[in-house]
């Protein structure tokens, strides 16, 4: 279970990140390298069948540099399906 959460985190964190990434590129037209990580705390609840996921974190990204984020996500356990929100 926990494997799966983390995939589906991290499908979230990258696609966050890649749409910060595309928009300056898009707007410049010219491609720009971006890197990024994030740490983060996360608390989770299960309340079947959904399990509720809240987070709050620090990180660094090239041409943003230091960033705050926090994100929610709800699972629905037995489908694996995840719906969430990002801020940074």
């Known amino acids: 279970m926990k494997s799966i959460m983390k995939s589906i985190l991290g499908l979230q964190m990258t ?5 910060a990434a595309l928009a300056g ?3 410049a037209e010219k491609p720009v390298p971006f890197k990024g990580s994030v740490q983060a705390v996360e608390t989770s609840v299960v ?3 959904t ?3 809240d987070a709050v974190g620090t990180g660094n990204a090239t041409h943003l540099g230091r960033l705050a984020v926090t994100y929610q996500v ?3 356990i ?3 399906a995840a ?3 990002a801020t940074s």
């Open 15 to 19: 696609v966050l990140l890649l749409t």
């Open 25 to 27: 590129p898009a707007a």
């Open 47 to 49: 309340q079947f069948p």
């Open 51 to 53: 399990l509720f996921v």
């Open 74 to 76: 709800e699972v629905d």
């Open 78 to 80: 037995p489908t694996a």
């Open 83 to 85: 719906i969430g929100s």
